[in-house]
């Protein structure tokens, strides 16, 4: 089974940074196809916040351009996501997921909350 393990969220004052981290065992992290954050703020639908593949492409939402970096450490199966810059309109909780044989795997999310 696989396992999704996610760690960093917080409190933080507008304009701060977070980096979020989320750890895959009990597979090959070479066998992943993607990985990915999403986030869901209450009463709104989870939404895309960015993706990198094997070949480490990258794919950010709309709304975090320029202030959020995703990357992946193979060698410590991890995906990390630094956040700066960060505004009170992205608290919401995050969510890990990855692609694996064109299966969806979901860690169970790690809140954050911005203050203005």
């Known amino acids: 089974q696989v396992q999704l393990m996610e760690s960093g969220g917080g409190s933080v004052q507008a304009g701060g940074s977070l980096r979020l981290s989320c750890t895959v065992s009990r597979i090959s992290f070479i066998s992943i196809n993607s990985m990915g954050w999403y986030r869901q703020a209450p009463g709104k639908q989870r939404e895309l916040v960015a993706t990198v593949t094997t070949g480490e492409s990258t794919r950010y939402g709309e709304a975090v351009k320029g202030r959020f970096t995703i990357s992946r450490d193979n060698a410590k199966n991890t995906v990390y996501l630094q956040m700066n810059s960060l505004k009170p309109e992205d608290t919401a909780v995050y969510y890990c997921?990855?692609?694996?044989?064109?299966?969806?795997?979901w860690g169970k999310g790690t809140p954050v909350t911005v203050s203005s």
């Open positions: 997921k990855v692609k694996r044989y064109n299966i969806d795997y």
